[in-house]
């Protein structure tokens, strides 16, 4: 697929993921700097939601929507919000912003998520957006890979799946 940022083509490095396919495993930053590692989440309902960073007004509208959605998806679904702003970034608008429902997790150190799941970059080395849902058995059911990183995802299509799945 091709990808653009701000109008411009740009690289993406890594495969996308496809429904049906094992999620890869991977390695994030957590905001308190601890290692998120995407194994412990197995046996739920999982959703990636995948942005260029948090200060940014699309971005915010996503993390901001998942955040208040969250609530209505089921006790057995965990919404991660990735990107590779850093770590203390993110704590800092989760703060200002009110996010509490979803955990946001850091990719900048080693690029593990983005790289295995087709989302960098290279350019910028930023990720590109999209949302992964991945169902309690860890296999991927959902993906959207937005064409231009300033597009918002389809809010409506990610949550009629994850809905099933709750």
């Known amino acids: 697929m091709k990808v653009t940022f701000g109008g411009t083509p740009v690289t993406i490095e890594g495969e996308e993921v496809k429904v049906g396919e094992v999620a890869p495993e991977f390695k994030a930053i957590n905001n308190d700097l ?25 971005c915010n509208i996503q993390t901001r929507t998942f955040n208040e959605k ?7 679904v965990k919404v991660v919000t990735i990107s590779v702003d850093l770590p203390f970034a993110q704590q800092r608008y989760c703060a200002a912003a009110g996010i509490d429902n979803i955990a946001t997790v850091s990719d900048y150190n080693g690029h593990d998520f983005g790289r295995k799941y087709g989302f960098l970059m290279k350019e910028n080395m930023l990720l590109a957006r999209g949302i992964i849902v991945i169902d309690k058995d860890g296999k991927i059911t959902y993906t959207e890979y937005v ?20």
Request: hydrophobic residues 35%; aromatic residues 8%.
């Open 147 to 166: 064409p231009e990183s300033g597009d918002a995802v389809d809010f409506d299509k990610a949550f009629e799946e994850v809905k099933k799945l709750a």
């Open 70 to 76: 969250v609530g209505e998806l089921g006790d057995g």
């Open 34 to 58: 601890s290692v998120y590692d995407s194994k412990e989440d197995r046996g739920k309902v999982v959703v990636y939601s995948v942005i260029p960073s948090v200060d940014t007004p699309v």
